[in-house]
């Protein structure tokens, strides 16, 4: 007798074929292992939708859910999602990924899929990317650069630069930033405003990544999220490589941590079997085997030192690697998509307003002092 388990996902290759691969594999390895036959039917929604979608819905209709990680603490909070077991701990997923799916001693996701925001460049048109900030504006002045600044980019790079020029995260201590490190983030993004396409304003990582695969008029993105399928053979006509954001204090820290998370529906009749999966695809062997050969982007060390994958990706794992390690993590409240769906629109309209620092400081302050001192679940 067949079960059937049902998972909602996000609609791109790396978020959909990857777990549908894996999926099938594990119907065969259980089948053969057990002789039990599981059956896992994903369904997708839009990229927007996975950033901005409640789960309240989804829980009561899905029992896996891959997720986006600051919707934990109100999943959590709210008991939509079942708690996993810890597994083999932070030290196996890249960076601060495991932590973003922990709330109050307890692991709600497995960090399935890693990104932080990187740059992305065309190696055919531009041998070596600029390193700086200036180096950037610098290159920008040749209208060959363009920058993702749709809301949720625009208020990522935000996060992301006020978090490099500060040397720690934005959002924490019940503010946004301080205003000297906001007032240097905020000018230089003005800037690279000024000297990319007006049409970027509405541009996500995707759209941009396709332009920038797609014509040779464009060489370079100081700030997208990453996708290791562009540098793959034959995703696109032209790949791309992938490698670490600006630097910032000699280092290209700061980079607002983004990545997916495999949960678990609290409301699911099938709990310990989507349990088990999860576990078992959260696993190195599988996020370096049948996950990352389909197109997935692992969140475990494991495939982010596996040799063979980095060379199938053109050096996209260790090209990237440390901008992930020095990443920045948003603040973990049961409220904070809320806070971030407000400031999205607000940083987005001051970006095409123009509008100074510290009328915008003030505003993301209030917002974010809603959160109070918070830090991590633990």
Request: charge should be negative; include cysteine; proline fraction near 6%.
């Amino acid at each position: 007798m067949t079960l059937t388990l049902r998972g909602m996902t996000w609609d791109h290759e790396r978020g959909f074929d990857s777990i549908v691969a894996a999926s099938s594999a594990y119907r065969s390895r259980a089948y053969a292992e057990t002789g039990a036959d599981v059956e896992i039917i994903w369904e997708r929604r839009s990229l927007q939708a996975f950033a901005d979608q409640g789960l309240e819905s989804m829980a009561a209709e899905f029992d896996l859910l891959v997720i986006d990680h600051p919707h934990i603490p109100h999943a959590a909070h709210a008991g939509l999602l079942a708690p996993l077991p810890d597994g083999e701990g932070p030290a196996a997923f890249v960076g601060r990924s495991y932590e973003t799916y922990r709330w109050q001693g307890a692991q709600y996701g497995m960090a399935i899929d890693a990104a932080a925001q990187v740059a992305a460049y065309r190696p055919d048109l531009l041998p070596e990317p600029p390193r700086t900030w200036p180096d950037v504006l610098e290159l920008a002045r040749d209208a060959v650069v363009l920058w993702p600044c749709k809301p949720i980019d625009a208020f990522a790079s935000t996060f992301t630069l006020t978090s490099a020029v500060q040397g720690e995260d934005a959002g924490q201590r019940g503010r946004f930033g301080d205003p000297d490190a906001f007032a240097e983030a905020w000018e230089t993004l003005g800037r690279l405003r000024d000297l990319v396409p007006e049409e970027c304003l509405a541009e996500n990582p995707i759209e941009v990544a396709e332009r920038l695969a797609g014509s040779d008029r464009w060489c370079y993105v100081p700030l997208l999220y990453g996708y290791s399928n562009y540098a793959r053979p034959g995703f696109r006509d032209r790949r791309l490589a992938w490698t670490d954001i600006p630097q910032s204090g000699g280092e290209p820290r700061g980079s607002m941590l983004g990545g997916a998370g495999l949960s678990v529906s609290a409301r699911s009749e099938h709990r310990a079997e989507a349990v088990t999966f999860a576990t078992w695809a959260g696993t190195g062997d599988v996020q370096r085997g049948v996950y990352a050969h389909a197109g997935g982007q692992p969140g475990h060390v494991a495939a982010w030192e596996d040799r063979q994958l980095d060379e199938l990706t053109a050096g996209f794992f260790t090209g990237t690697r440390r901008t992930l390690e020095l990443a920045s993590l948003r603040p973990q409240h049961p409220r904070y998509m809320d806070v971030q769906n407000a400031a999205c629109a607000r940083v987005h309209r001051a970006l095409v307003q123009r509008e100074g620092a510290a009328v915008l400081l003030a505003d993301l302050d209030e917002m974010f002092a809603t959160l109070g001192d918070q830090h991590a679940g633990d």
